[in-house]
């Protein structure tokens, strides 16, 4: 096990430490993330259990449902605005990080773009900037 995944906000207010390893690192494109970032995609950490999560501060919410049907829930710092992390109704025990809020963002390595046919023609760099990533159309199956 490495040192905890530590992050947080942008004003310090919303704080996480993860005594994990992530299960999946990714991209996404789809529209609910672009919306999110206020770019072309965001990225995202998602870690196996909750139970090895400890957040501190009171987080604001926005559920809303996926393209797959499923609530997913992101949470976000009321004093900035930074989004932190997701939960996700159908799988209780994930917790996703967005990659930005991360303490050291050197942790962070992409294994996937996801949503890649809603990826805008501006925002198509993974070919160079990350060679190899595995790109699914939409979210793959768990």
């Known amino acids: ?22 299960v999946f ?15 072309g995609h965001a990225s995202y950490m998602t870690f196996p259990s909750r139970d090895k ?6 987080a604001s919410t926005f559920a809303m449902t996926g393209d797959s049907g499923n609530r997913k829930t992101k949470a976000f710092c009321s004093a900035c605005g930074s989004p ?8 209780p025990d ?11 963002p050197s942790r962070f390595a992409p294994q996937a773009v996801t949503y890649g ?10 070919g160079r900037a990350d060679e190899g990533l ?3 159309d939409t979210m793959p199956t768990p």
């Open 134 to 136: 595995t790109v699914f």
């Open 1 to 22: 096990m490495s040192k905890p995944y530590t992050g947080g906000c942008a004003c310090g207010a919303l704080r996480y430490e993860i005594d994990d390893e992530p």
């Open 53 to 58: 999560v400890r957040v501190t501060g009171v």
């Open 94 to 104: 994930l917790f996703t990080v967005n990659a930005g809020s991360l303490d050291d």
């Open 117 to 126: 046919k809603r990826a805008r023609e501006w925002d198509r760099d993974w």
């Open 25 to 39: 690192s990714n991209h996404c494109h789809c529209d609910d993330c672009r919306h999110t970032s206020g770019t």
């Open 84 to 91: 932190v992390y997701l939960t996700f109704a159908a799988m």
